[in-house]
């Protein structure tokens, strides 16, 4: 009977562990990386209702403890040199179907004890079949000493639309601290689903227009910015 | 008593107010109304297609000159550098080299793109005002040629973006090291709503057409 029970523990980690690598490499990192994706119970897709009647400060540029930092699709750096990008004229990117990489990768510009409340990511996707994800990923290294970089993909979505332009918002809501003493915050774009065998081909009219984060500063009577994260 | 003093409160708040909306239109007539460009070709030299939505900003209020001042310590003067190498190609199809090995670059045999496109990190609230570049042009027939945008999309609902041409210039002659600086219009940053990028078109391949460093200058806002 104790067999049986280790037996079946064994499948169920084995599956769970075979699911982790699998989400991990879905995301383009590796086994060993940390984070099942998506894991933030505290977040949820919003839609541009629900985020305007939460944040709607609409016609205000400077918002006091609050910024927006924005990058262009074609900004995006490819995870590797087999990215062939193409583009849609204002600084949008996509993916030709002669790329032998699928993911591009850009730094969310952070200040220590800043906290990221809302990423919005504007793109085109009249595509049934294919979709632009979107993953958030914090990398570090140690502070003085040699070591491999600490990766935790904290968050995963697939922005499924098939309906032309599209707009997708989610709420991290977290704080970050060690920002460039020892850590990254990046924002990954994976164009059409995963394929290492041939990447974007298929989800080549799927086009990145733009990312925005949303911050807010961090405030010194929580010093730790209410959640070290 | 009590009815004067009411009364003198009243006209310091009626002062109050219209030297604040005196400040407001005077901010608002600062920003430009763009018109649509047209012209097809215009279009496809800044790398846009025939398609494409394009503005261009004109009639653009000249703001406060270059200041060859030294920034540092206190100053309402912000600069945001970026050099060569830190330009994106519009397409992977760019092949490029360098000289110096110094964040120069220069457009070289093999690719078919000639545009390559940068993302400026500006701060929001921020007038911007103007962008320098530098480079070496010693090519007697053909130039660094750059464009200076904003494109913006909706808030918070989907759409196509809308670019703006904010300004143009190109490097002049073949005098070898070249500088050139183009009035961005003063227009108020707005990360919320917009991106801000510009585009060096690479008119031939070789190291006769360099692109060193592009400077955007923007001033600290002086009241909301």
């Given at each position: 009977?104790?067999?049986?029970?280790?037996?079946?523990?064994?499948?169920?980690?084995?599956?769970?562990?075979?699911?982790?690598?699998?989400?991990?490499?879905?995301?383009?990192?590796?086994?060993?990386?940390?984070?099942?994706?998506?894991?933030?119970?505290?977040?949820?897709?919003?839609?541009?209702?629900?985020?305007?009647?939460?944040?709607?400060?609409?016609?205000?540029?400077?918002?006091?403890?609050?910024?927006?930092?924005?990058?262009?699709?074609?900004?995006?750096?490819?995870?590797?040199?087999?990215?062939?990008?193409?583009?849609?004229?204002?600084?949008?990117?996509?993916?030709?179907?002669?790329?032998?990489?699928?993911?591009?990768?850009?730094?969310?510009?952070?200040?220590?004890?800043?906290?990221?409340?809302?990423?919005?990511?504007?793109?085109?996707?009249?595509?049934?079949?294919?979709?632009?994800?979107?993953?958030?990923?914090?990398?570090?290294?140690?502070?003085?000493?040699?070591?491999?970089?600490?990766?935790?993909?904290?968050?995963?979505?697939?922005?499924?639309?098939?309906?032309?332009?599209?707009?997708?918002?989610?709420?991290?809501?977290?704080?970050?601290?060690?920002?460039?003493?020892?850590?990254?915050?990046?924002?990954?774009?994976?164009?059409?689903?995963?394929?290492?065998?041939?990447?974007?081909?298929?989800?080549?009219?799927?086009?990145?227009?733009?990312?925005?984060?949303?911050?807010?500063?961090?405030?010194?009577?929580?010093?730790?910015?209410?959640?070290?994260? | 008593?009590?009815?004067?003093?009411?009364f003198t409160t009243l006209i310091f708040l009626s002062l109050w107010?219209?030297?604040?909306?005196?400040?407001?239109?005077?901010?608002?007539?600062?920003?430009?109304?763009?018109?649509?460009?047209?012209?097809?070709?215009?279009?496809?030299?800044?790398?846009?297609?025939?398609?494409?939505?394009?503005?261009?900003?004109?009639?653009?209020?000249?703001?406060?000159?270059?200041?060859?001042?030294?920034?540092?310590?206190?100053?309402?003067?912000?600069?945001?550098?970026?050099?060569?190498?830190?330009?994106?190609?519009?397409?992977?199809?760019?092949?490029?080299?360098?000289?110096?090995?110094?964040?120069?670059?220069?457009?070289?045999?093999?690719?078919?793109?000639?545009?390559?496109?940068?993302?400026?990190?500006?701060?929001?609230?921020?007038?911007?005002?103007?962008?320098?570049?530098?480079?070496?042009?010693?090519?007697?027939?053909?130039?660094?040629?750059?464009?200076?945008?904003?494109?913006?999309?909706?808030?918070?609902?989907?759409?196509?973006?809308?670019?703006?041409?904010?300004?143009?210039?190109?490097?002049?002659?073949?005098?070898?090291?070249?500088?050139?600086?183009?009035?961005?219009?003063?227009?108020?940053?707005?990360?919320?709503?917009?991106?801000?990028?510009?585009?060096?078109?690479?008119?031939?391949?070789?190291?006769?057409?360099?692109?060193?460093?592009?400077?955007?200058?923007?001033?600290?806002?002086?009241?909301?």
């Amino acid at each position: 009977m104790d067999y049986l029970k280790v037996l079946i523990f064994t499948i169920i980690f084995c599956l769970i562990s075979a699911s982790q690598a699998m989400t991990l490499e879905e995301a383009g990192g590796k086994v060993g990386d940390k984070r099942i994706i998506p894991e933030f119970p505290e977040s949820k897709l919003m839609t541009p209702k629900e985020y305007k009647e939460t944040t709607d400060t609409k016609g205000v540029i400077l918002i006091p403890g609050k910024r927006f930092y924005s990058a262009t699709g074609v900004d995006f750096d490819p995870r590797k040199s087999g990215f062939d990008g193409g583009y849609a004229n204002y600084a949008a990117r996509t993916c030709t179907s002669s790329s032998t990489e699928q993911f591009i990768d850009h730094e969310i510009k952070l200040l220590n004890g800043d906290i990221l409340s809302y990423i919005d990511v504007w793109g085109r996707d009249s595509n049934v079949n294919e979709n632009l994800s979107l993953f958030l990923y914090k990398s570090c290294s140690p502070y003085l000493s040699a070591g491999a970089l600490d990766v935790d993909f904290f968050h995963g979505n697939e922005m499924s639309t098939s309906t032309g332009d599209f707009i997708f918002s989610t709420k991290p809501n977290k704080g970050f601290s060690n920002i460039e003493s020892t850590c990254k915050i990046m924002a990954r774009i994976r164009f059409g689903d995963y394929d290492p065998v041939n990447y974007c081909d298929g989800a080549t009219d799927i086009r990145l227009y733009r990312l925005r984060a949303e911050i807010r500063e961090g405030d010194l009577i929580f010093e730790n910015s209410l959640e070290e994260y | 008593m009590k009815l004067s003093k009411l009364f003198t409160t009243l006209i310091f708040l009626s002062l109050w107010l219209y030297q604040n909306a005196l400040c407001k239109d005077s901010i608002q007539s600062n920003y430009n109304k763009p018109i649509l460009v047209t012209d097809v070709n215009e279009k496809l030299e800044a790398g846009f297609s025939e398609d494409d939505i394009l503005y261009k900003l004109t009639n653009k209020p000249t703001p406060p000159g270059e200041q060859l001042q030294n920034t540092k310590g206190a100053s309402s003067l912000v600069h945001v550098g970026y050099l060569g190498v830190e330009s994106q190609p519009r397409t992977s199809n760019f092949t490029y080299s360098t000289l110096d090995g110094a964040g120069d670059i220069f457009r070289a045999t093999g690719g078919s793109e000639t545009f390559r496109d940068l993302l400026l990190e500006l701060p929001d609230g921020h007038t911007f005002s103007w962008v320098r570049a530098w480079g070496e042009d010693s090519d007697e027939d053909d130039e660094l040629t750059f464009f200076v945008f904003s494109t913006c999309l909706p808030d918070l609902s989907a759409g196509s973006p809308d670019s703006t041409q904010l300004g143009t210039f190109s490097s002049s002659g073949s005098a070898g090291e070249w500088s050139g600086s183009v009035n961005v219009g003063g227009v108020t940053i707005n990360n919320r709503l917009c991106n801000y990028w510009v585009r060096t078109r690479f008119d031939d391949v070789g190291s006769s057409l360099r692109l060193y460093k592009i400077r955007a200058e923007l001033s600290v806002p002086v009241a909301y």
